[in-house]
Each structure stands twice: as C-alpha cells, then as structure tokens.
C-alpha cells in the first residue's frame, strides 16, 4: 500500500502517536514485561488478564463465583473448593458440587491423574430481557443470495427458515448431504452446496460453482462450526478433536469468507442493497466475561478468533479511513457483524461424544439434554441473527451482538 520509504515512515510516526506508550514497541518491552509477570510475587495475584506491553490491564478477571446448580441451598461453588484446598491443606474440604461427575471415566486411558473427572456441564437458562417475537424495522431481502453455511440443521437450518419465508434466495452449504438436501427441499432454498470445511480445494470448488450459478452473494453467514472438550479435564481432550476446532471454527470460517467476497463485490447484484458478512460468535468468545471453567481450550480460542475475524475485516472494508481506503480500493462492505445465539438446544458439540460429562453422547441425546437443562429454543436463539440480517439499520457496525443488543467481548 506505500509507494516511498517516506511514506512508510510517515505511516509508522503517525501510528506511534496512538500506542500506549507513543511509540511502537521494542523487543526489549515484551521482555521486561515477561519477566516482570514471572516474578514470584506478581504471579500469585496477576492471573486471566491481558497485558500492554506498557502493563496496562486490558482485560479484568473478575471475581465470580459460578455457584452450583445442586438441589442442596448449602452447596459451594467449584471456585471455593479449589482455592480453600490450595491455601490450607488443614481444612475440612467443602462439599463437592452436584455437577461434577466422578463416575465418568478419563479420557485417556493410559494416564492417571489424582482427582481428574470430567464436569456435568450444565448452563440453565442464561438469558434475560430477550426480545424474541418483538418486531422491528426490516430491509427487503426478497430475491437476496445468502449463503448459510452449517444450514443442514440446528441454528443454521432455523435461520435459513425464517430468511426463506422473507423471500431471499436461500443457499445451504454443509457437510451433510442428505440433510441439507432435506433441509433445502423442505425450506424451498434456492440451491444446495456439499463442501468440507476442512478441505480448500472444496471451498473453492463450492465457490466456484456459486459464482457460476450466481454470480453473486448479498449475505454471507459463516455459520458452520463444531465444539469438542466442553466439560472435559482440557488434558483428557481428544487430539483430533481439538485440532478440528481449529481447522473448522478459525482456519476453515477463514477461508470461506476469503474465497466468499469476491461474490460480495461483485456487481451483478442489487447496488443499493447493503453487502452483509454475519459471523456466528458465542459467549466462549467473549473475554471479558469468561465462562465457567468447563475446558473446551480449542473450541473457545477459535471462537474468539471468529471476532478477531470480524474486525479485522470490519476495519478493511467498512472503516473509513485513509490506508482501509487504499488498500480495498472500490470494494466495500456495508455490514459486519457476528452474532451470539446464546445456549440453545442444538446438536452443537455431538462431534465429541463425551462433550458435557455425558459418555457416547449421540445428537438426539445432547439437544434432549440442553432442552432438560432449560437452553433456548432455536427460534429463540435464531431471533438475534435474524435481526442481524434483516434489519434496516444496526446501531453499531462490526461489533458482537447478543440479544438485538451489542455486547463487549
């Protein structure tokens, strides 16, 4: 993007005015701050937060207390038994909470670890103040193209109903054939597209047909996603599970919105629509207010990295300021966003079978189990993407929302 040495450095002076410390950092900076966080008195009260190199806090950890979903009023919450155990050995240990399952087995069969057990995760009903079934302003997207992938079923199929009843030009892109054949056929999508997320010949190639019978794209949601490892000891996870997270959630969801915005640019569609990219985001990704620890270290790190994502490309092709302009040129999008559909009954998390606590946990089991535990319903989890979409105007552009409303995360 520069064209003169003199350029670059304008660009570098020019940036330095805005970093913590006026200037860009130096090698010598990440070290002092390494060393001054291993110090043995700072490590035992700095923990969960991020660092400037200037050792400003970024993040809080704050202090929550996750308490226990035990019928018994008197249960302690996990937190309290751990830190009581780490600083007075002498103490009567509390009661261990209902939650943790000491009958599942370990993961790994071959290791033994002193009071490892994998976790019930139960989550209840975390929402409040939704604004399910309440209406509000819409953009027209009859005849739009939008792109779901993961719209076989759960939240994916459930948005791509509601976006089908508005009159768009509904695609489904999944992994699995014959339901998002059935899923398609049962909506009345416009068309239906096998791929494998982990395969980049089968993005391109999925693309390519796109483009042939197309031409163009009005919406992409980056939808399709997996997690493993929730409720497992993060030691006892499986190995290619948790590489999945990764390959599907960060490098696959990448490599779709790349081979993606070429369709989006182009200008076969309707100029006066709004181009939208919509990331499926999660509370996993939301660091400042960290989940419980129920492990799932791949899932939740791809997660985060889903709204670095959304950034990244918010800044690019909606920001409007000099070095986004020079390098997008004329390409320009009007809308990214990612959405949080909060805990809902779907089959998300069915690819680990011991996802939760549970053992050889099938797809029927996990939604059954997540509709006992009082999750959304994928209406209800669906509402916010809808929103996301169809809405005339958002109040803030490339930012994470939940519940209609931006979220930090």
């Not at 670890?113 to 939704?130: E, I």
């Not at 805990?343 to 997540?370: C, H, I, M």
Request: aromatic share 6%.
């Amino acid at each position: 993007a520069f064209t003169s040495n003199e350029e670059y450095s304008d660009y570098l002076a020019k940036s330095a005015t805005v970093h913590p410390i006026r200037r860009c950092g130096l090698p010598r900076d990440v070290a002092n701050l390494i060393v001054f966080l291993a110090d043995s008195k700072v490590s035992g009260f700095i923990t969960g937060q991020t660092h400037t190199i200037d050792g400003g806090r970024t993040l809080a950890a704050p202090s929550v207390q996750f308490e226990s979903k035990s019928p018994d009023s008197n249960a302690q919450s996990s937190v309290g038994v751990a830190s009581q155990a780490d600083n007075d050995p002498k103490a009567t240990p509390k009661a261990i909470p209902s939650k943790v399952s000491q009958s599942v087995p370990l993961g790994n069969k071959d290791r033994t670890v002193s009071g490892a057990a994998s976790m019930l995760a139960r989550l209840g009903r975390l929402d409040t103040g939704s604004q399910y079934g309440t209406p509000f302003a819409e953009r027209d997207i009859a005849g739009r193209v939008i792109l779901i992938t993961g719209g076989a079923r759960g939240i994916g199929a459930t948005l791509a109903a509601a976006l089908c009843k508005r009159g768009a030009k509904v695609l489904i892109a999944d992994c699995l054939e014959s339901e998002a054949t059935s899923t398609a056929s049962r909506l009345g999508a416009a068309g239906v597209f096998v791929y494998d997320q982990t395969d980049l010949q089968s993005i391109r190639t999925m693309f390519g047909t796109i483009t042939e019978k197309f031409g163009y794209l009005d919406v992409l949601v980056a939808n399709a996603g997996i997690m493993s490892g929730l409720g497992v000891d993060m030691i006892d996870a499986d190995d290619q599970l948790e590489l999945k997270n990764w390959s599907v959630n960060a490098v696959g969801c990448s490599q779709v919105v790349k081979y993606a915005l070429p369709l989006l640019f182009s200008p076969s569609g309707q100029p006066d629509f709004g181009r939208t990219v919509l990331f499926i985001g999660s509370s996993s990704a939301r660091l400042t207010v960290p989940d419980p620890g129920y492990g799932a270290l791949s899932y939740r790190g791809s997660r985060a990295g889903i709204n670095g994502m959304m950034v990244a490309l918010h800044s690019l092709y909606c920001d409007d300021n000099p070095i986004a302009r020079q390098l997008r040129q004329d390409r320009t999008l009007q809308r990214v966003v990612s959405g949080d559909p909060g805990y809902v009954a779907s089959g998300l998390g069915a690819d680990d079978p011991n996802t939760r606590g549970l053992t050889d946990v099938s797809f029927e089991d996990l939604v059954k189990f997540k509709q006992e535990d009082g999750a959304q319903s994928l209406e209800e989890g669906a509402d916010n993407l809808v929103y996301l979409v169809c809405a005339e105007s958002l109040p803030e552009n490339g930012k994470m929302y939940y519940q209609r409303q931006v979220v930090e995360f």
